[in-house]
């Protein structure tokens, strides 16, 4: 099992373009999740899915967020017109099934730089 | 929003003594995880106590929870250079399979 798999690792863009961040869980771990880290903060809460079904989303993603998870095994978070207050690192964790809110494992995160 | 606060912001400790850092959480809680984070990278889960538990160990680690208080506090013992990084509090409430974590303390070993 090579754990969660973050892609790309860092991205720099120029405001106002698109962005998207593909997370790959370890496999049979029916949730994931997406946080947003800035620097000397903890992690927040953006939003998760329960195999394909995204079951909850933070009051903190705009709509110009989305994210989604199609066949239940990647997710794709697509963030649209980034702004400089988007600059982040993103990272997904995955859980598997029947273990109720236990260990999160995390991937290495996805750094967003936005110019 | 974070739900839990850890205290100190910030310790730096030599090589061979003990790290205690502390959590507060504002909301009756179903279990309290600490995780661990090397500058840069992703998190690493370290050890989940049960709203129902008071003190758990694994290694040199040792866990303590006060629900009353509504406080934890995560001991290191023997603190190796290796222990250097930001540790984060995170609870869970019943019904709820989201994590909340704190803003973490950042725990610097000096060799």
């Known amino acids: 099992d090579t754990g969660v798999s973050q892609n790309p690792r860092h991205k720099i863009t120029k405001r106002g373009q698109n962005v998207t961040f593909r997370c790959d869980p370890i496999s049979e771990h029916n949730r994931l999740y997406w946080y947003r880290q800035t620097l000397g903060q903890g992690p927040e809460f953006l939003t998760y899915f329960q195999n394909e079904a995204q079951l909850e989303k933070s009051r903190l993603l705009s709509d110009r967020f989305s994210a989604e998870r199609p066949k239940g095994s990647f997710s794709t978070l697509e963030i649209q017109r980034t702004e400089q207050g988007d600059s982040a690192m993103y990272l997904c964790?995955?859980?598997?099934?029947?273990?109720?809110?236990?260990?999160?494992?995390f991937g290495e995160g996805s750094r967003l730089t936005v110019l | 929003s974070q739900q839990g606060e850890e205290d100190p912001q910030a310790l730096s400790i030599q090589e061979g003594e003990n790290a205690t850092m502390n959590c507060s959480y504002k909301?009756?809680?179903?279990?309290l995880q600490w995780y661990r984070q090397n500058s840069g990278r992703g998190l690493v889960h370290l050890i989940l106590i049960r709203s129902n538990e008071r003190e758990k160990h694994s290694g040199r680690l040792r866990v303590t929870l006060d629900t009353s208080k509504k406080s934890s506090s995560l001991l290191i013992t023997a603190s190796r250079a290796a222990d250097t990084a930001s540790y984060f509090c995170?609870?869970?409430?019943?019904?709820?399979?989201?994590?909340?974590f704190g803003a973490g303390t950042t725990v610097t070993v000096r060799a």
């Open positions: 995170a609870t869970s409430t019943a019904g709820d399979y989201k994590l909340s």
């Open positions: 964790a995955s859980s598997p099934p029947g273990t109720g809110t236990g260990e999160l494992f």
């Open positions: 909301t009756s809680i179903n279990n």
